[in-house]
């Protein structure tokens, strides 16, 4: 099992093609996050959470996923754009639970959404996945916001979908905040099914970058310490696919 505890900054690109997914520590993340801009509005884009609505698509009839959503698109290189809303539609085939569905969520805020904490993120991330993929010209960009909560007696699911590959080309999940909970631990599989890695997302910018083509992800679901008191998992999903059209 490759080593996911990781991994200078410069050996994302290669950790990435050598296994199909990385695991990359805060420290590292904030500095390559630096090169892109920085993180100057993190304490409003992190609070900006708190404002996110029930996602009533679960199929499992669970109201523990909160969410926001925003599109994007860019070239290899130029300004990363906000396309108008749209909604977020996964086949069957890659969500037996929610897919099939076009869902529409509550717009990421545009404040949010065009803030400093988001372009540095959206353009860490062109830059490494052009890197990756340099014969896609054009990108199609999803952004979510996610909560997971757990309350007393339930827990809350990240990945109620199970192991799961995401029907696009590269994903970066990225935690914002972790608050009175336990597990919500990631496992990646391969193709054969075999585990290739586990790890846990626990300090803001801990993150998780997946070759969606080549392995599959879930999370473990979360359980809140303290009953008595809010228990949650913030994360940022950001996904990138190759745009074939004119």
């Not at 404040?111 to 993929?133: Q, Y």
């Not at 827990?155 to 905040?177: C, I, K, Q, S, W």
Request: net charge negative; hydrophobic share 40%; with cysteine.
């Amino acid at each position: 099992m490759p080593d996911t505890a990781l991994i200078p900054d410069q050996s994302l690109q290669a950790s990435l093609m050598r296994d199909g997914f990385v695991f990359v520590h805060a420290d590292a993340m904030r500095r390559a996050l630096d090169t892109f801009g920085g993180l100057e509005d993190w304490q409003v884009f992190a609070g900006s959470w708190d404002d996110l609505d029930v996602d009533t698509y679960m199929a499992d009839g669970g109201r523990y996923r909160r969410r926001r959503h925003a599109v994007y698109a860019c070239g290899i290189s130029g300004a990363i754009v906000r396309a108008p809303a749209r909604p977020h539609y996964q086949g069957l085939d890659y969500n037996p639970l929610n897919g099939g569905v076009a869902r529409w969520f509550t717009p990421v805020d545009a404040s949010v959404g065009d803030g400093p904490s988001m372009r540095a993120i959206l353009a860490f991330s062109r830059d490494l996945f052009c890197r990756l993929s340099p014969g896609t010209a054009r990108w199609a960009i999803e952004v979510h916001q996610f909560r997971i909560e757990a309350r007393p007696g339930t827990e809350g699911r990240p990945t109620p979908e199970g192991m799961h590959r995401d029907g696009v080309d590269y994903v970066l999940v990225l935690l914002v905040n972790r608050r009175n909970i336990v597990s919500g631990t990631t496992g990646i599989l391969g193709p054969d099914g075999r585990e290739l890695g586990r790890f846990t997302l626990t300090e803001p910018l801990d993150a998780a970058l997946v070759d969606d083509a080549r392995v599959s992800h879930g999370v473990t679901p979360v359980q809140a310490v303290d009953a008595s008191a809010p228990a949650y998992r913030d994360v940022l999903v950001v996904t990138f696919k190759s745009d074939t059209q004119k």
